[in-house]
């Protein structure tokens, strides 16, 4: 199994959540299983999602294991989420992490915001 960091949106988690299988081209991977290794991949995804997102939007990284690289994403790989606890968060502070059963939540009525 391959874990990758996807970077991501709430709108994006909303349609994961719904069904639709998400692409990991700009997924990033961790070099090796080392804590260090796996932040710094959270990181990296964090920041492409917050050029994603846009400023003032909350930044969100899926957490999958799949396969291989390059195979999509369902809900079924996701392992976890990260997501900024507030709109506008500054991009420095780090992410909150969710686990699978509170994805629902996460996207119940997301705007973006």
């Not at 959270?42 to 400023?55: I, K, Y």
């Not at 606890?85 to 420095?92: K, L, M, R, Y």
């Amino acid at each position: 199994m391959t874990r990758l960091y996807l970077p991501a949106s709430l709108e994006l988690l909303a349609r994961l959540h719904a069904g639709e299988a998400l692409a990991t081209t700009a997924a990033v991977e961790a070099d090796d299983d080392s804590e260090d290794s796996e932040y710094a991949a959270l990181l990296t995804a964090a920041e492409a999602s917050a050029e994603l997102v846009g400023a003032g939007r909350r930044r969100v990284v899926v957490v999958a294991e799949v396969g291989r690289p390059g195979d999509p994403v369902t809900v079924r790989e996701v392992v976890a989420v990260h997501v900024d606890i507030e709109t506008g968060a500054d991009p420095d502070d780090d992410l909150a992490w969710f686990a699978t059963q509170e994805i629902g939540q996460l996207v119940q009525g997301a705007d973006g915001a």
